[in-house]
């Protein structure tokens, strides 16, 4: 970070307006690109995906449709948790996404569900979820093609691409890191009312990969306010540079590294 100046309150006002004035162009951008968004066309889902989920208290295994992930609202908001079935736990960083979740209440008011998706057997899902105290749905893709039509696990075998862009477009960009593997993104399904799409058949409206869910952790969010900002490469992990919650020092928490 590059020194910061210290200068009188008369100095500041006059530097803060001019970022004020930055910051509301970029929230008018930030606006007009949700609207273009809204407005992107729609693609039928036919493939009849299934999911294992663990329902109510006596931990009841069940398989569940796309269809009825909706939990009978109009649009379905998928996070793709990278959680490969051969892992212990969950990705570090996707469970810095898992912390930001927001109450699901809010969303619900709005016809919106929320759920996370991984590969990994929902046992182990639910063993990581109950570990970080999370509430929200989550449930396992595991043995089904839902992850690699989404492209967010990546082989060979099923083909190679990840933020619209084919295997050789990431190599030559030097991206090998997005070519192997499980990754993360977000998914936005639509249920047709025959107002939008026909009724009771199912549209996948958008997907979005890499930094461009990023927007969605709202610790990055606090730590773009201060002077340090989100301290990257500072603290020796990999991903997003977090730990999980349950992992920190003492020390860590009390900021004295």
């Not at 461009?212 to 730590?223: D, K, P, Q, R, V």
């Amino acid at each position: 970070m590059a020194a910061i100046e210290v200068v009188s309150p008369a100095e500041y006002r006059t530097a803060r307006l001019a970022l004020l004035e930055k910051e509301k162009e970029a929230t008018r951008v930030r606006d007009a690109l949700a609207a273009e968004r809204r407005k992107l066309p729609m693609v039928q889902v036919t493939q009849p995906y299934t999911f294992d989920i663990i329902c109510g208290k006596d931990g009841e295994k069940k398989k569940i449709s796309l269809s009825e992930l909706f939990f009978g609202r109009r649009q379905l908001i998928v996070y793709h948790f990278m959680f490969d079935p051969a892992w212990e736990a969950g990705c570090s960083s996707c469970t810095v996404m898992g912390d930001s979740f927001p109450a699901l209440e809010h969303l619900h008011s709005r016809s919106t569900t929320v759920v996370a998706v991984s590969r990994a057997p929902i046992e182990k899902i639910e063993a990581y979820k109950k570990r970080m105290g999370w509430s929200f749905p989550w449930v396992s893709s595991y043995d089904t093609d839902f992850n690699f039509d989404l492209h967010v696990t990546q082989d060979d075998q099923h083909g190679v691409e990840y933020n619209f862009k084919t295997k050789d477009e990431l190599l030559k960009r030097g991206q090998e890191y997005f070519t192997k593997g499980e990754q993360p993104g977000n998914s936005v399904f639509y249920k047709g009312d025959g107002k939008i799409g026909e009724e009771g058949k199912i549209y996948h409206t958008y997907s979005t990969y890499a930094r461009g869910g990023e927007h969605l952790i709202n610790t990055f969010g606090w730590l773009d306010m201060t002077p340090l900002g989100r301290q990257d490469g500072e603290s020796g992990y990999e991903g997003l540079g977090f730990r999980r919650k349950d992992e920190y020092t003492a020390d860590e928490l009390k900021g004295l590294h």
